[in-house]
């Protein structure tokens, strides 16, 4: 009986109710290189370990999993791959959280900075005294401005805009961004994404557009703007998404919006926030993001290959 289980040690976390699940034992051998060839090896050879630790029936389409790798770059901490539902991720600003507390729980990441490596790029993780955690993120900048796309007799005007992924920012959304309206704004977001492959409107290189992301006024006293970001996948983010927030940021400094060091305060759909600001090392726009992370569990995921689903649904 035994010798057909295998055993993976995660650890579950949320940031701002957005959760992330790490591998911290019993993934596979990824090898060495670069970050973004290993992740390349992951979906290549290894995407069966995606769709067991994410996928139904163990996960859900609002899951983000990670897994550590030794970084390529000496001046790394850690290096690590996201993946979720829908495929692979470059980075995850929420799941570099839910990795800081992760890495400080199994003793691997204290009070100060850290660099790790992403198949995006370094970003500079910080936990500080008060529990916060901060995200510098990799440089990000505005491709396209005011890009126009039309769905249902209705024109959406919007930026494209690289923050580890690409986004569609719509920034004068005119409807409701609440719960209640979710299935609603999901198709509608779905549809600005499948009008944008349409007409062949990308980011650079032709590289696909994933995030859509929809900005209103905000909810709360204390936020600049609420949002509402569909995902890769089929699935919209309950936390207000690090990338489409670096990418908002990134935008605003380039209309001369944000100033250097201002706080620019990001609603997410269902009121949590995240506390965002850029710094400029030359010429590059650096957006930080600032929230909390908690843990919620640490299990063992059991696979036997007598289960027909032991790898997931595909």
């Known amino acids: 009986m035994g010798t057909s289980l295998r055993m993976m040690r995660v650890i579950d976390s949320h940031t701002a109710a957005q959760p992330t699940r790490v591998i911290v034992d019993g993934g596979p051998d990824l090898g060495v290189g670069s970050l973004a060839e290993r992740r390349d090896r992951f979906r290549a050879h290894f995407d069966r ?10 996960g859900s389409d609002t899951l983000v999993g990670a897994i550590l790798c030794k970084a390529s770059d000496p001046s790394c901490a850690e290096g690590v791959i996201f993946f979720d539902s829908a495929g692979y991720l470059d980075i995850s600003i929420h799941g570099m959280m839910g990795l800081a507390v992760t890495l400080d729980y199994i003793g691997r990441l204290g009070i100060g900075e850290e660099r790790i490596e992403t198949p995006a790029g370094v970003v500079t993780l910080g936990m500080h005294p008060n529990g916060d955690i901060t995200v510098r993120n990799v440089p990000s900048y505005r491709f396209q401005k005011d890009v126009s796309v039309t769905v249902d007799g209705t024109t959406f005007v919007g930026d494209v805009a690289w923050s580890g992924s690409w986004s569609f920012l719509v920034n004068d959304f005119r409807e409701e961004l609440s719960v209640a309206r ?11 994404r499948r009008a944008l492959a ?41 936390s207000p998404s690090g990338t489409a927030t670096s990418a908002k940021l990134a935008c605003l400094y380039a209309d001369g919006k944000l100033a250097e060091g201002q706080t620019w305060r990001q609603e997410s759909i269902i009121g949590t926030v ?41």
Do not use: M
Request: charged share 30%; with cysteine.
């Open 49 to 58: 370990f995606r769709t067991a630790i994410v996928g139904e029936p163990r």
């Open 274 to 314: 995240f506390d965002g600001s850029v710094k400029v090392v030359d010429g590059a726009i650096l957006p930080t993001i600032r929230s909390t992370a908690h843990l919620i569990a640490e299990s063992v995921l059991i696979v036997d290959e007598r289960d027909p689903y032991c790898w997931g649904l595909s």
């Open 182 to 192: 979710a299935e609603r704004l999901t198709d509608l977001a779905r549809s600005i």
């Open 198 to 238: 349409r007409n062949r409107i990308t980011g650079s290189g032709d590289e696909e557009i994933t995030d859509i992301a929809l900005f209103g006024p905000p909810q709360r006293r204390d936020a600049n703007s609420r949002n509402f970001v569909l995902r890769s996948g089929k699935t919209f983010r309950r």
